[in-house]
């Protein structure tokens, strides 16, 4: 009894969801308390922290210098291992309020297919970053969770998650993965076919930030009406001075084409694997979709033509890995076979 008294109002748990693009951040007493990009701004010299999250994302592309914008994730796993216990600490100690009696406990989601080295890496930049322990979960049986698939049940859930280094797709049965597939193509290769396919047709150099921006406001998966434009500037590689060009729908599903098929191929492949009777479960119940590349337009549709299965969105795919890590933090007993350390 006491010890659960401890548990629940002594120590200041935390979920996280620590993503290529953005990190997200769950505690008990705020909800999801930190949505902000996953990019840190230090000095080149020094490495000093200038800005962690929204504020060092305006740095990347405009530095001088002596000044670096560091995106510390990569594919979803750990590039820079002191930068990204930096962005952590940060993080957290946002999270926490007052006199801190106890460390928190961290649960983060990972991606299915990353080593075991690179999963000690998640581990020791949380313990160094302040946590007093930390379990695992794998992102697509978060995202599952969080959707409110029935996991637990001897039933195929099939879910795929876009997040902004890795799609994965994971066939789950009874809190268990039991085929997945993983592909490094997600939001970031969208945004670098953006700012390639920009170079070829139009001679165009782009930012980080502005292509993403392009990807959204124009993104599809499907071939659309052109109906939608927007002016692009960037640096004209032809004279060398800035320039504005017009840029269609068409043309950035066109640049999109190569990351939407390895994203399609690798749910094609998971299908392939999976077993006769949870294959049946999965044409009766569909294919659920989380991350935020789920938002790009038409590629639910796309899922669903290639594979015949009925595809539907989740309500909020941005949050949905990370409501599924809360959720088996706060009833860890209930979700105790999920966690992969």
Excluded: W
């Amino acid at each position: 009894m006491l010890s659960r008294f401890f548990s629940r109002f002594l120590t200041q748990d935390i979920a996280m969801d620590l993503g290529t693009a953005n990190t997200l951040l769950y505690t008990r007493k705020h909800g999801i308390f930190i949505n902000e990009p996953s990019v840190v701004a230090v000095d080149a010299v020094s490495r000093k922290v200038l800005a962690v999250g929204a504020a060092a994302k305006e740095y990347l592309g405009r530095t001088p210098q002596n000044i670096c914008a560091i995106r510390p994730m990569k594919d979803g796993v750990i590039a820079d291992f002191d930068i990204t216990r930096e962005m952590i600490a940060h993080f957290v100690g946002k999270c926490i309020s007052g006199l801190r009696l106890v460390k928190p406990s961290m649960v983060i989601c990972i991606p299915t297919g990353i080593t075991q080295v690179e999963k000690k890496a998640v581990i020791d930049a949380a313990l160094l970053s302040g946590a007093r322990s930390v379990s695992l979960v794998e992102e697509p049986m978060a995202a599952a969770i969080g959707a409110g698939m029935p996991v637990q049940e001897p039933l195929g859930n099939l879910v795929l998650d876009i997040g902004g280094g890795t799609s994965e797709v994971a066939l789950i049965s009874m809190t268990g993965i039991a085929v997945s597939q993983s592909v490094r193509v997600a939001g970031d290769a969208m945004n670098l076919a953006v700012q390639h396919y920009l170079r070829e047709a139009f001679r165009l150099e782009v930012g980080e930030n502005t292509a993403e921006n392009v990807k959204k406001i124009l993104g599809a998966a499907l071939p659309q009406n052109n109906s939608l434009r927007l002016e692009v500037s960037g640096k004209d590689l032809v004279y060398g001075g800035p320039r504005v060009v017009t840029v269609t729908e068409g043309d950035i599903c066109e640049a999109l084409h190569d990351p939407v098929q390895a994203v399609v191929e690798t749910v094609l492949r998971a299908l392939e694997q999976a077993p006769p009777a949870l294959a049946a479960d999965v044409y009766d119940n569909g294919l659920l979709m989380a991350g935020g590349g789920a938002l790009l337009r038409g590629l639910d549709q796309c899922i669903a033509r290639a594979t015949h299965l009925k595809v539907a969105v989740d309500k909020d795919p941005l949050t949905t890995v990370l409501r599924g890590t809360a959720q088996a933090m706060l009833y860890r007993e209930d979700y105790e076979g999920i966690f992969i350390n």
